[in-house]
């Protein structure tokens, strides 16, 4: 439903519930404005719900350096050691 339509479906149920003083017999307004009242005050709850589980996010930092190295491995007997890093370029392309 959404912040919009659950706040107009408040709104909509309190002018029914407090400010409209109609007749129509077999149609109390009054109860009319408080489902729909109710109706909205869900719609939001949910909305908030649904909104606050899916704003779960890992924020990671940034490296600090120029180069990142990467976990040293202890090389196999005989192979060349070779160090690996990666290099951040900052704006206007400088290394």
């Given at each position: 439903m959404g912040f919009g339509g659950s706040i107009f479906?408040?709104?909509?149920?309190?002018?029914f519930?407090?400010?409209v003083e109609a007749d129509l017999g077999?149609?109390?307004l009054a109860v009319v404005g408080w489902v729909l009242m109710l109706a909205g005050v869900a719609g939001l709850l949910?909305?908030?719900h649904f909104w606050n589980?899916?704003?779960r996010t890992v924020v990671a930092a940034p490296a600090r350096g120029d180069r990142v190295v990467t976990?040293?491995?202890v090389p196999v007997q005989g192979e060349p050691v070779v160090q690996?890093?990666?290099?951040?370029?900052?704006?206007?392309?400088?290394v």
């Open positions: 479906l408040i709104a909509l149920g309190a002018i519930a407090f400010a077999w149609l109390n949910l909305t908030l589980s899916r704003r976990e040293r491995v690996e890093y990666r290099e951040v370029r900052r704006p206007g392309g400088t």
